[in-house]
């Protein structure tokens, strides 16, 4: 599992720490920040953080980039916070990857 990644206690679903960077030129995963517990996947997106139109926009572009529907992929932490914790449904740590690379 990637240091930005961890397993819900339900097991039913991954967690993973993003920071989000809204207001951007396009829609984007950037690359990884920090380390160990730190880390956090960076996100840039278009749309500006208003009315969860930023928080749709970062859900629709992960699940696309994992071939998974919207509805999939929800923000659990930090719905104001440019640092938020995404869960995402049925993953699995090899799909994960591909947000990377």
Do not use: Y
């Not at 992960?62 to 916070?81: D, F, H, W, Y």
Request: proline fraction near 6%.
């Amino acid at each position: 599992m990637p240091a930005w990644a961890r397993i819900a206690r339900d097991g039913d679903a991954v967690l993973i720490n993003i920071k989000a960077v809204p207001g951007a030129k396009r829609n984007e995963i950037s690359g990884v920040l920090g380390e160990g517990e730190q880390a956090r996947l960076k996100i840039r997106i278009s749309a500006p953080p208003e009315d969860g139109k930023a928080n749709k926009a970062i859900c629709r572009l992960i699940a696309q980039a994992l071939g998974m529907k919207a509805r999939e992929v929800s923000v659990v932490v930090g719905p104001t916070n440019p640092e938020k914790t995404l869960r995402i449904e049925g993953v699995d740590a090899e799909r994960l990857l591909m947000l990377v690379n």
